[in-house]
Nanobody, 126 residues
């Protein structure tokens, strides 16, 4: 079993920055994939970014590319999401996810992930 705990959500104004963090504990491995998804009311859970723990390559959705940055610290079993130039449409509950047998083609599919955090609210509004 793996436990994921997110932190760092909050209320910010458009153009502001915010950093989310996720700490994994339990039976993690260096081949895990860690990702961030988000979900707004009435919408499906949406892929935001992911990083492979073993070689660190990052992937982003088109909607956040160039504004968000995902990073990992394998020693601390954490993954962070640096969010810059936030927009009102970034408002959502952000979820950390971990997958232990992911392939590249399934990276953006929520059902491919084995474990989820409880979510943290990010609200962007003036």
């Amino acid at each position: 079993q793996v436990q994921l705990v997110e932190s760092g959500g909050g209320f910010v104004q458009p153009g502001d920055s915010l950093t989310l963090s996720c700490t994994a504990s339990g039976r993690t491995t260096n081949s895990d994939t860690m990702a961030w998804f988000r979900q707004s009311p009435g919408k499906e859970r949406e892929f935001v970014a992911a990083v492979f723990r073993n070689y660190g390559r990052a992937y982003y959705s088109d909607s956040v590319k160039g504004r968000f940055s995902i990073s990992k610290d394998n020693a601390k079993s954490t993954v962070s999401l640096q969010m810059n130039s936030l927009k009102p449409e970034d408002t959502a509950v952000y979820y950390c996810a971990l997958g232990q047998r992911l392939i590249l083609s399934s990276l953006q599919v929520p059902g491919s992930y084995d474990y989820w955090g409880q979510g943290t609210q990010v609200t962007v509004s003036s």
